[in-house]
Nanobody, 115 residues
Framework: QVQLVESGGGLVQAGGSLRLSCVAS????????MGWYRQAPGNQREWVAA???????NYADSVKGRFTISGDNAKNTVYLQMNSLKPEDTAVYYC?????????WGQGTQVTVSS
């Protein structure tokens, strides 16, 4: 059973940066699309960024140019570098790994951006 564990969340002022990490209990990058999602209280879950098996990255318009998803296969870790943070980025951020047979989610890490 694969587990995903996020870390790196915290409190940061608007304009600041954070780097989130998602560690997988196995090397799943070769067979799963990896992604980041976020959910603020009272809001629906929102897709933020994705990285395909081939390494192609995609971003939601709301974070494009500010966030970067990347991976380190040797460490079984996916990152989300978040720059120029805004108060509206405040949410619980979740890591996801999916393919046709599996759908893995992490427990989430809180990101709070103060104004």
């Amino acid at each position: 059973q694969v587990q995903l564990v996020e870390s790196g969340g915290g409190l940061v002022q608007a304009g600041g940066s954070l780097r989130l990490s998602c560690v997988a209990s196995g090397n799943i990058f070769s067979s799963h699309v990896m992604g980041w999602y976020r959910q603020a209280p009272g809001n629906q879950r929102e897709w933020v960024a994705a990285m395909t098996v081939g390494g192609t990255t995609n971003y939601a318009d709301s974070v494009k140019g500010r966030f970067t998803i990347s991976g380190d296969n040797a460490k079984n870790t996916v990152y989300l570098q978040m720059n120029s943070l805004k108060p509206e980025d405040t949410a619980v951020y979740y890591c996801r790994g999916q393919n046709i047979l599996h759908d893995y989610w992490g427990q989430g890490t809180q990101v709070t951006v103060s104004s």
